[in-house]
């Protein structure tokens, strides 16, 4: 069900259409613009990380308040790679890596860390790196 659940959300919220780029601002602002459409990069992994994976794509999902309480941080990552389904990789992120701001669907995020088993049994990263980019 969790699975099925995430396959929704990356559906809903995958791009879709052409490349077609917005016409700079009139505001001489376009250089800074494309910049910040560019993907984050995805954190490059660490040797002495085993099982790792790193993801960089679109937020989905973000559940904010966990069942356990400890103050950690989960969210979806539409993201082709896939670890957690087709298409998306669900990332914790603990309390101390937890941004001051949470992030909302459609914000860009990019995780690297060990792969462990949820708490659903699902395969997810468990975040020693974690960025986001409001969108």
Same mark, same amino acid.
């Given at each position: 069900m969790f699975i099925?659940?995430?396959?929704?959300?990356?559906?809903?919220?995958?791009?879709?259409?052409?490349?077609?780029r917005e016409r700079p601002r009139a505001s001489g602002r376009a250089p800074q613009e494309d910049r910040r459409r560019e993907p984050l990069r995805r954190p490059r992994c660490r040797d002495d990380v085993p099982e790792y994976a790193s993801t960089s794509g679109r937020i989905v999902l973000v559940e904010r308040v966990d069942q356990d309480g400890d103050g950690d941080?989960?969210?979806?990552?539409? #993201?082709?790679r896939g670890v957690t389904? &087709?298409? !998306?990789t669900a990332v914790d992120v603990s309390? #101390?890596?937890?941004?001051?701001?949470? &992030?909302? !669907?459609?914000?860009?995020?990019?995780?690297?860390g060990p792969v462990q088993s949820g708490s659903f049994g699902q395969s997810q990263v468990h975040a020693l790196a974690f960025r986001v980019r409001r969108r």
């Open positions: 099925a659940l995430l396959a929704v959300a990356a559906f809903l919220v995958w791009p879709r259409g052409g490349d077609e941080l989960h969210v979806v990552i539409a #993201d082709r389904g &087709p298409g !998306v309390k #101390d890596l937890r941004p001051r701001r949470d &992030p909302r !669907v459609g914000d860009e995020a990019s995780a690297m």
